[in-house]
């Protein structure tokens, strides 16, 4: 006689169970997993699809699967690659099971590493070691020349710094490749270093050529863009008088090894240009200086016109600068007396009647007197008039008396600039 009826809430009598329990009915089950084969790199718990009733447990064999008997879960990560049969049973009478078939593989694992770190001088491309090829590289942060798709990386063409080197392999063939990191530094070197700059960014075009200053490495060579700019490929040195208005890029490249190179802009500005017409001698009386060009006008002597007239005691330079755009030009003209060229004067008659003719007697010179004494006499030898300043005259009086009608005798000692002294008398008549 059977007893095995467990399973059943209901109370039975001994004589009702005898031969009838395992007659209870007996219901089909049936378990499957989506998603086959399961790679090692997934991690998360894998949930079995059931269909039926029934409270059962999961197994497995071979052992080797990572399988939660209650709820028939199974973690590929935790799992060995291989085949599984994974069994569902319900207990009962009689009871039931069910079973499937799955498969745990080995996910590719990928490795790379490169052998720096690199100088930035480096100007050949450096491979990484890798393994499985076929992949795909990305690095962060910016500033290192990665090739995507191979991983070989350029350090000259690369910032200095530590950057993380990312590859994603391929699928292989139902597993999708598990991204690996390494690190590579592309390091500095100092003497990789072309910094350098002019005194200012811009000059007029009427200055003096201008030297580079270089804070870095010295030995490079100079270019500039676009042309029309007189530079120096050895020095830097610009030529800014032989340099075309306009903004320039000037470049400095350190030669191999180094790959450093840096830029500076400079602009050059039209100034004005400015010159001076006249005749650069004189004998005594002023002449005219003109000032032709653009710009402002400011001579030396202080006008501020274009033409000025100048009568100099000796022989003078003369400057003018012209300004526009923030730049200037001077030009300079040296008036030279023709010493040679200087005379003296002495009228023989004059009529100091007031009628505004002849009314004064004086010498008349040339040029400008550095010494000079002027005097007068009457016809006994008295002294009537005497002076030292060229701008006196006599006006025929003595002692604030008009002298008569008569002739007057003079004497004059003078003497022009850079020339001897000398000594003239005569007489002069005095008419009423």
Known sequence: MQYCCWLNSTTYSVAALSGLCCQSPNNAVSIAYTGLPFCTNITTPQNVSLTGSGVGTYSTVPAGLALDPATGAITPSASAPGFYIVTYTVPGCPGTAATTTLQIINAPVATIAYQGPFSETVTTSQSVELGPAGGSFTSSPGGLNLNATTGAINPSLSLPGTYTVTYIPPASPACPGVPVST?????????????????????????????????????????????????????????LQ?????????????????????????????????????????????????????????????????????????????CVTSTLNGCSDTACIRVTLDRSCCKLYVPNVFSPNSDGVNDTFYPFATCPFAAYEFLIFDRWGALIFKSNNPQNRWNGTFNNKACSADTYLYSISYQFTSQPIERISGSVDLLR
């Not at 240009?273 to 006249?278: E, F, K, N, R, T």
Request: glycine residues 8%; contains cysteine.
């Open 183 to 239: 690190e590579v530094t592309i390091t500095s070197d100092p003497a990789n270093n072309a910094a350098f700059s002019y005194p200012a960014s811009s000059y007029c075009d009427s200055e003096n050529p201008q030297l580079p200053v270089i804070s870095g490495s010295v030995g490079g060579s100079f270019t500039a863009t676009p042309a029309g700019i007189s530079l120096d490929a050895n020095t830097g040195a610009i030529n």
């Open 242 to 318: 032989s340099s075309l208005p306009g903004t320039y890029a000037v470049i400095y490249t350190l030669p191999a090894p180094f790959t450093a190179a840096d830029t500076f802009t400079v602009s050059v500005i039209a100034g004005p240009q400015v010159q001076i017409s006249a005749r650069d001698t004189l004998c005594g009386q002023s002449i005219t200086l003109a000032a032709t060009g653009t710009g402002e006008f400011l001579w030396s002597s202080g006008e501020t016109t274009g033409v000025i007239a100048v009568a100099p005691d000796i022989s003078t330079q003369y």
